[in-house]
Structure formats: structure tokens, C-alpha cells
């Protein structure tokens, strides 16, 4: 699986952005998918996951009620929309696969990023 994200731009606080994850493959489907970030000094951290049935979605703290991750099988792509945007959302956006699901963490095919810069 191949992936690549997209929908990253700069947008002042309170502003809104979507991005998206196009999948290459027939086996989309198969996979739940999960959106991280990482801002500059620090660690990767999970932001929401979606299972491979669009049925179920997890989320961190830091962004419940502000984001919405959602699929499409069909067109083969995640989303994330993203709400009410803070400057602490400035983060590089990655997308990813779970072959195995996303309760276990373990994620096996990652996109190239996207960036997202929020202005206060």
C-alpha cells in the first residue's frame, strides 16, 4: 500500500483544513488508517484512527470535537477534517495503515506527510 497525503497549508487560528490520504492498492478496505503528527522538537503522536469499516473512530484528547476522521473505500482515501485550529496544531500530518488494526498501534505503510501551520 501506498500512500500520500495531501490538504496541508497555513491557516489562522480558528480556521479550518482537510486533509486527505489517497491509497494505492485493492486492498484499502482491508486496513484501518490513522492520522499522526509531529511538531518540530518533538515526538510522533497519534491523532485519530478509523476502523476498516468507517464504523469506528478513535481520537486524542487534544483534538476530540475538533476533528473528524472519516474514509471513503471506494475512492481508496482517509480524511481528516480539521475544526476550530489551534496554533499548537502546527505539526507535519502523516497517514497510515493497519494491517493488524489500529488497537494495536502498530501501523505498517506511512505517507509522506503533510504540513500544517496555524497562525495565531
Known amino acids: 500500500v501506498q500512500l500520500q497525503a495531501s490538504g496541508g497549508g497555513l491557516v489562522q487560528a480558528g480556521g479550518s483544513l482537510r486533509l486527505s490520504c489517497a491509497a494505492s492498492?485493492?486492498?484499502?478496505?482491508?486496513?484501518?488508517m490513522g492520522w499522526f503528527r509531529q511538531a518540530p522538537g518533538k515526538e510522533r503522536e497519534f491523532v485519530a484512527a478509523?476502523?476498516?469499516?468507517?464504523?469506528?473512530?478513535t481520537y486524542a484528547d487534544s483534538v476530540k470535537g475538533r476533528f473528524t476522521i472519516s474514509r471513503n473505500n471506494v475512492k481508496n482515501t482517509v480524511y481528516l477534517q480539521m475544526n476550530s485550529l489551534k496554533p499548537e496544531d502546527t505539526a507535519v500530518y502523516y497517514c497510515?495503515?493497519?494491517?493488524?488494526?489500529?488497537?494495536?498501534?502498530?501501523?505498517?505503510?506511512w505517507g509522506q506527510g503533510t504540513q500544517v501551520t496555524v497562525s495565531s
Open positions: 478509523v476502523t476498516w469499516s468507517g464504523f469506528s473512530t
Open positions: 497510515a495503515a493497519s494491517k493488524g488494526g489500529a488497537l494495536t498501534g502498530l501501523y505498517d505503510y
Open positions: 492498492g485493492r486492498t484499502f478496505n482491508t486496513y484501518d
